[in-house]
């Protein structure tokens, strides 16, 4: 059974970066899609970035041209560089991923890491 633990997650100044960290165990990582999810406050989870076991990437509208998603197959690990922030990026960031093996990219997530806090304060 795969686990994921983000981290990196913290309190930063509009206009700052942080770097989010995801580590996956309990099986081959390079054979699945891995993505970030986020909620805020009273907010429903949605969606901010995905990278497909091909390398393919997608992301919401709302942060595009300022984060980037990538992975360490050799490290089990997904990033989510964010850039540029603002205080509606505020939220609960969560680490996704899928139990199928090579899937063609659907969107679609079935397994969730525990969240890391990102705070942007104005």
């Known amino acids: 059974q795969v686990q994921l633990q983000e981290s990196g997650g913290g309190l930063v100044q509009a206009g700052g970066s942080l770097r989010l960290s995801c580590a996956a165990s309990?099986?081959?990582?390079?054979?699945?899609?891995m993505g970030w999810f986020r909620q805020a406050p009273g907010k429903e989870r949605e969606f901010v970035a995905a990278i497909s076991w091909s390398g393919s990437t997608y992301y919401a509208d709302s942060v595009k041209g300022r984060f980037t998603i990538s992975r360490d197959n050799a490290k089990n690990s997904v990033y989510l560089q964010m850039s540029s922030l603002k205080p509606e990026d505020t939220a609960v960031y969560y680490c996704a991923t899928h139990r199928g093996a090579y899937r063609n990219y659907d969107g679609s997530f079935d397994t969730w890491g525990q969240g890391t806090q990102v705070t942007v304060s104005s």
């Open positions: 309990g099986r081959t990582f390079s054979r699945y899609d």
